[in-house]
């Protein structure tokens, strides 16, 4: 079987215990995390963990294209209220007015910049779709509480 460590990033959990990472690096994939490995790890959103990959084999491999086998290695959880927030201060600035996500040409910051204070867990990032055949829209967010 192909297998491949890589560094990820907890973004999703949904309530079966299921959960979404990105790979880190400069072309993040999606990653399905089983619930029986997430509980079993205790995942967090936000936080960063090597875990072994093999190629997803499901159909809905196309958009996420990683399996996590095994966590093999866990780092501090950042905590969004107390993070680093002042390497992102610029990204916070153009957010905090918002009063619902919107996209990175309306809050006037570069996609990238949005991506990595994500990538970090400072932001809200959401994918939207008007049908399952169109690609989706990505939002931003400061919180949840405007989600």
């Known amino acids: 079987m192909n ?12 309530g079966t215990g299921s959960t ?13 995390i089983p619930a029986s490995i997430a509980i079993a790890c205790e995942l967090k959103i936000g936080g960063s963990y090597t875990a072994t990959l093999v190629p997803n084999a499901h159909e809905k ?19 969004p209220t107390h993070g680093d927030t002042q390497g992102f ?6 957010l905090a007015p918002m009063e619902f996500p919107v996209p990175a040409d309306e809050a006037g910051i570069p996609r990238e910049r949005l991506e990595h204070a994500w990538l970090h867990g400072q932001v809200i990032k959401v994918e939207a779709r008007q049908r ?14 405007v989600v």
């Open 3 to 14: 297998t491949t460590t890589e560094t990820i990033f907890i973004t999703n959990a949904i």
């Open 20 to 32: 979404f990472a990105v790979t880190a690096g400069d072309q993040p994939s999606q990653v399905y």
């Open 61 to 79: 491999a196309g958009k996420t294209p990683w399996l996590c086998v095994r966590i093999e290695d866990t780092q501090e959880v950042p905590d």
């Open 89 to 94: 201060s610029d990204v916070f600035e153009a």
């Open 132 to 145: 399952p055949d169109v690609e989706p829209r990505v939002l931003w967010a400061s919180s949840w509480e």
